[in-house]
């Protein structure tokens, strides 16, 4: 599987007096895509947040390439490659397509960078015919692919993605799917993937964590599980 891009070590994290992860460990090998399954309210999207320093860590250590990354803010980490979509997407309404693209620079360090078009239009082909419209007026399935293209306009070299697939089609469901294959296996892009349904994450995913109260309680290859064990452990 390779060299792991992101380490995860006995991290505990909490919102003031409530903790919500209790030591959970995992890794994210270089060019995969690992999926974090599990229930809701188990601490997946505090997972997300406290690896991309949204949310402080309370213990434990996060390594990211080989270095120490456990405190530092979202900022930095965003400029080292790490790069968070965040469910319900977050775009700015009021902005065009290609203005929410933009955005997506202010990861870059290098002021003079501009976005890679033609790698996301062709990625993202809708986001092209639409790159003058108001993102508002966008689908939800269209607003999530302009999330991870914003996201990608910054050219990390980790994805965080927290279920891209709530209250989006199954067509655009299937399209992210694909674009995800596609970052990891032809770009080398690693992801990790918060993801609640078993259909989606079934063909893209390498490697799985299942969480249940804060804490990963099973893993394993993709080729490994058959969908009666992935079901069992969602119930969990």
Not at 73 to 88: D, E, L, T
Not at 210 to 215: E, H, I, V, Y
């Amino acid at each position: 599987m390779g060299t792991p891009i992101l380490k995860v070590s006995s991290l505990t994290s909490a919102y003031g007096q409530s903790t919500i992860l209790w030591g959970t460990s995992l890794e994210v090998k270089k060019g995969t895509v690992t999926t974090v399954m599990g229930r809701n309210g188990v601490g997946k999207t505090t997972l997300l947040k406290t690896i991309m320093g949204i949310v402080p860590p309370k213990d434990g250590t996060i390594e990211y390439n080989g270095e120490p990354v456990t405190k530092l803010p979202a900022f930095k980490k965003s400029r080292m490659g790490i790069a968070y979509v965040p469910q319900g997407r977050e775009i700015i309404p009021k902005l065009t397509v290609y203005e929410n693209l933009k955005l997506g620079l202010e990861a870059v360090s290098d002021r003079n960078a501009k976005i890679p078009e033609e790698e996301i239009y062709t990625l993202f082909p809708i986001l092209k015919d639409f790159r003058n419209r108001l993102g508002g007026n966008l689908s939800g399935g269209q607003q999530q692919q302009l999330a991870i293209a914003r996201a990608l306009t910054g050219r990390p070299s980790l994805l965080l993605l927290d279920e891209p697939t709530e209250g989006i089609q199954p067509s655009i469901s299937q399209e992210i799917g694909q674009i995800l294959k596609t970052l990891a296996r032809e770009r080398g892009i690693s992801v990790l993937l918060v993801e609640q349904k078993i259909d989606f994450a079934s063909p893209v995913t390498d490697y799985y964590y299942f969480m249940s109260r804060g804490l990963v309680v099973s893993e394993g290859n993709a080729e490994e599980m058959s969908m009666e064990e992935l079901q069992s452990h969602i119930s969990l």
